[in-house]
T-cell receptor
């Protein structure tokens, strides 16, 4: 089956630093990738949608200058949390849609960010 | 985006069938009905999706009401590994976003 991999799976950083999370589709080309954030005991919240080679579309309330998304190829998208603060601590999850898929999304394992 | 309504939680016994309901009374004609599940500290996992007809795969069955205003995810024999939060989501035909609701937390008792 289709596999989406995220790296790192967990990261701890100091307040004010930037953290990059990678999302790769390992065995398929992904036309669209989605980034979600999930706080404890809550549902997933869509942050942005990115298409290869174009700028990401951010959901209302998500700061595009704080959460930088780059979708440079059909198999890689990155999310950079810039100047991270403790309130950015969360579980970040990406998902990818296969170029010639039938509508299902494939999700990464998630990346847990803790900002001290 | 059309919304879905699911019970907050359900319980099942191991090796018994489980019927997880979902109401989506404002569904549009081009919305697909998707089901995903999420185990603790993991990303969601695709379960099944359909448009009008009932669907079966190796994981589950999806029964869709004739008026498409509700659907039921059927796990034929629940196992302990099926304990998860199950999300019912509507997705537009043409690559719309997947917006998650609160889902149903399924507990499976041995």
């Amino acid at each position: 089956g289709a596999v989406v991999s995220q790296h790192p799976s967990w990261v701890i950083c100091k307040s004010g630093t930037s953290v990059k999370i990678e999302c790769r589709s390992l065995d398929f080309q992904a036309t669209t990738m989605f980034w979600y954030r999930q706080f404890p005991k809550q549902s997933l919240m869509l942050m942005a949608t990115s298409n290869e080679g174009s700028k990401a579309t951010y959901e209302q309330g998500v700061e595009k200058d704080k959460f930088l998304i780059n979708h440079a190829s059909l198999t890689l998208s990155t999310l950079t949390v810039t100047s991270a603060h403790p309130e950015d601590s969360s579980f970040y999850i990406c998902s990818a849609e296969r170029r010639e898929g039938t509508g299902e999304l494939f999700f990464g394992e998630g990346s847990r960010l803790t900002v001290l | 985006d059309a919304k879905t309504t699911q019970p907050n939680s359900m319980e099942s016994n191991e090796e018994e069938p489980v019927h997880l309901p979902c109401n989506h009374s404002t569904i549009s004609g081009t919305d697909y009905i998707h089901w995903y599940r999420q185990l603790p500290s993991q990303g969601p996992e695709y379960v099944i999706h359909g448009l009008t007809s009932n669907v079966n795969n190796r994981m589950a069955s999806l029964a869709i009401a004739e008026d498409r205003k509700s659907s039921t995810l059927i796990l034929h024999r629940a196992t302990l590994r099926d304990a998860a939060v199950y999300y019912c989501i509507l997705r537009p035909l043409i690559q719309g976003n997947l917006i998650f609701g609160k889902g149903t937390k399924l507990s499976v008792k041995p």
